[in-house]
């Protein structure tokens, strides 16, 4: 009998683990059919248009834009390499590295910026009462509710030659003749830090809100200095929102057009812009489609490297 009896236990126990996995198959699969319609739309408005331009590269340029549905390697090689027109010597395409170096500076250096200006910000909301933090929320969130190039235009009034900082330095004495700060290198970055501040701040005030302050208190009970609790227990236990922070701050400044365009008079390009140029003035798409499969390649680099750098010392 207690062979028996341990055989139905057995066979219950094969019939609930069956079971069990048929019922987990069917969720999957139910939750397949759900992600149908969204795996769709990204295919069609994402996946394919990148395959499109990834085809692009590897076609010669048509005389008048678009392209001949002939192989050719020529869009990648003058991404970095140019042909002389009268020998055919082939050199470095020097203003294609600059545009390239000067893009991966900027969007640093505005993240940076924007990561210096943010976690004060996001520190000061955090750790105000809960019924005061929709209101600061609510400030910080008011400059999405206006069109991109009207912000670039407003810090432009900021630091134009006639702008507010020039006109107030020479009111009190500081300065005689205006700084030039517009259309150089240092308007594009404040513009961009400028622009892309509230996507640091957000989720900088998403990670501090949920800092434990005890442990805060606690250093403080220890006679730990303002800068050893900074450096030693917020910032380690708010770094995902460093992280988020500086990934939403650096991709679209990598790419940036408008700002650049405006802020840099034309004399600063950046790889949006030469982008740009390629598909509009240049009439050379493969060059153009090289360069935007290369941006997104910049992109996805950085971002392994840099989350992997902060996972190792974080570890």
């Known amino acids: 009998m207690s062979n028996s009896a341990a055989e139905v236990r057995s066979s219950n126990r094969g019939l609930h683990e069956h079971s069990e996995v048929a019922r987990r198959k069917k969720?999957?699969?139910?939750n397949l059919l759900l992600c149908t319609p969204a795996l769709i739309v990204l295919i069609l408005a994402a996946a394919g248009p990148l395959l499109i331009v990834l085809i692009y590269t590897f076609l010669k340029a048509g005389p008048y834009g678009g392209v001949i549905w002939e192989w050719s390697w020529d869009g990648w090689f003058q991404v970095f390499l140019k042909k002389d027109i009268f020998d055919d010597t082939v050199s470095i395409a020097d203003a294609h590295i600059s545009i390239f170096w000067r893009s991966v500076k900027l969007s640093v250096q505005s993240t940076l910026t924007a990561l210096?200006?943010?976690?004060?910000?996001?520190?000061?909301?955090?750790?105000?009462?809960?019924?005061?933090?929709?209101?600061?929320?609510?400030?910080?969130?008011?400059?999405?509710?206006?069109?991109l190039l009207i912000r670039t235009f407003a810090i432009m009034q900021v630091i134009r030659d006639q702008g507010i900082i020039n006109t107030l330095l020479i009111n009190f004495g500081f300065i005689e003749t205006p700084i030039e700060m517009l259309y150089t290198e240092f308007s594009i970055m404040l513009g961009m830090a400028y622009v892309y501040l509230p996507l640091m701040v957000l989720p900088l005030y998403a990670s501090i809100e949920k800092l434990d302050f005890r442990l805060i208190e606690a250093a403080y009970d220890l006679y730990a200095t303002r800068i050893f609790v900074l450096w030693r227990i917020i910032i380690p236990l708010v770094k995902p929102g460093i992280i988020a922070g500086s990934i939403l701050v650096f991709i679209p400044s990598l790419g940036a057009y408008v700002t650049p365009r405006v802020l840099g008079g034309g004399k600063n390009l950046m790889l949006g812009n030469l982008i740009?140029?390629?598909?509009?003035?240049?009439?050379?798409?493969?060059?153009?489609a090289a360069l935007?499969?290369?941006?997104?390649?910049?992109?996805?680099?950085?971002?392994?490297?840099?989350?992997?750098?902060?996972?190792?010392?974080?570890?």
Do not use: C, H
Request: no cysteine; hydrophobic share 45%; aromatic share 14%.
């Open 276 to 288: 740009e140029l390629q598909f509009g003035q240049g009439r050379n798409w493969p060059l153009g």
């Open 116 to 147: 210096i200006l943010g976690f004060p910000t996001a520190y000061f909301i955090a750790t105000r009462s809960p019924n005061t933090r929709n209101l600061w929320l609510f400030l910080i969130t008011i400059p999405f509710w206006t069109n």
């Open 27 to 30: 969720e999957v699969r139910n």
């Open 292 to 315: 935007s499969i290369t941006l997104l390649v910049i992109v996805m680099v950085s971002l392994l490297v840099y989350v992997q750098n902060l996972q190792r010392k974080s570890d």
